[in-house]
């Protein structure tokens, strides 16, 4: 089964969407995230609450939530590669937009753009665990 | 499974040219699109054809052997042999190139390949090789996939060789269960569109393998990102 491009793109966007819209839902409350009413979230890494130890990837959400709300220096300080990824996912959306509007190829079906977004996420990935070991 | 999904032309399909007549699809036309590599025909086209018209695509026309001659071809005594149009060769690819193959001393020499033999019948190969069914070309005796077109050489049809997992095939698993443990909405669609490129590397390439290592990547990308969702609604829901 070959799902087609654009039908991932989609998808895709979708959830690009969805968290980069959570992440402005949510408001930031100190070293937590909580909504808008003021119940906090808690922890959301599931690996954090079973093994105790933070991912590679835990503090993303505050960072975006930071982010979102403009506060560079607490996203930076959540997660250093949390404003690379926001502004990549960003990026993916608006090039998502405009294949979708000028009928042009799909965005995974680009090499150039897998790759650009496969080494960010290599990078974040590299961050996160160097991010791990030190804490 | 079908090669092709025969459908009616949608407003997706509309004014997309078909891929052998190359006249626009028209909303209502019967169309049928290549499972493989997605290209767009009219049904008629299509089964005319016998299949895909994309070169290499593996849901392409087998060429026939007994092909008619066709008309005498007299080409400069000298001049190289080039495949003629048709043929699904890559165009005006001389005869003379096959020694990248490792083709005999002589073989498209001064004396060339076409001339007096004209092109309706294939030019005898030379000893040890043997004509590609669907472009023609020379290539080695027992070669199971033609290099120059990617089509099966096996009286067949099945490609019987060694095959090699596709590009991307063990990464969209891997990262499918780096997703499964921590940012499955990350990782989880780098798993899935490395597994799709693999799928697709591997309908257009019959030497390329790995399609379980595709799928179990597919398939765990998107447990990742749906395991995401469920972890999301069950913390927003039990929020104190």
Not at chain 2, 175 to 183: D, E, K, N, R, S
Request: glycine letters at 12%; one cysteine or more; a positive charge.
């Amino acid at each position: 089964m070959i799902l087609p491009g654009r039908a991932l793109d989609l998808g895709f966007a979708a959830f690009v969407a969805a968290q980069l819209g959570a992440a402005a839902w949510l408001v930031p409350s100190g070293d937590q995230i909580a909504l808008p009413g003021g119940g906090s979230l808690g922890g959301l890494c599931w690996f954090r609450g079973v093994f105790h130890i933070d991912c590679p990837f835990c503090g993303m959400t505050r960072s975006f939530v930071a982010l979102a709300h403009g506060d560079v220096a607490s996203a930076l300080r959540f997660h250093p590669a949390g404003p690379l990824l926001f502004l990549a996912m960003a990026v993916f959306l608006v090039t998502v937009a405009a294949t979708v509007i000028r009928r042009s190829r799909p965005v995974v079906e680009r090499p150039s753009f897998v790759f650009a977004f496969e080494s960010i996420t290599l990078i974040c990935l590299a961050i996160g665990v160097f991010k791990m070991v030190r804490s | 499974m079908e090669a092709a999904r025969t459908l009616k032309a949608n407003l997706k399909l509309d004014g997309k040219p078909c891929g052998w007549c190359q006249v626009a699809l028209r909303l209502g036309d019967d169309a049928a699109v290549c499972n493989a590599c997605e290209k767009e025909h009219h049904s008629r086209c299509w089964e005319g054809n016998a299949g895909c018209s994309t070169a290499g695509c593996v849901s392409a026309p087998l060429r026939r052997l007994d092909a008619p001659p066709a008309p005498q071809y007299a080409a400069p005594q000298g001049a190289p042999y080039v495949n003629p149009p048709g043929y699904g060769a890559p165009q005006g690819l001389p005869y003379g190139s096959a020694p990248a193959y490792g083709a005999p001393q002589g073989y498209g020499g001064p004396q060339g390949y076409g001339g007096p033999q004209g092109y309706g019948a294939a030019p005898p190969p030379p000893p040890g090789y043997m004509n590609c069914p669907n472009c023609r070309i020379a290539i080695m005796v027992g070669s199971p996939v033609c290099p120059a077109c990617r089509a099966i050489t096996s009286p067949d049809g099945i490609y019987h060789g060694p095959k090699v997992n596709a590009p991307g095939a063990v990464a969209s698993l891997v990262c499918a269960l780096i997703g499964l443990v921590f940012c499955g909405i990350v990782l989880g669609p780098v798993a899935i569109s490395r597994a799709n490129a693999a799928k697709r590397a591997m309908a257009s390439d019959p030497t390329l393998g790995g399609e379980g290592l595709a799928t179990a990547g597919l398939v765990i990308g998107i447990i990742d990102l749906v395991l995401f969702v469920l972890v999301m609604i069950y913390k927003v829901s039990t929020i104190r």
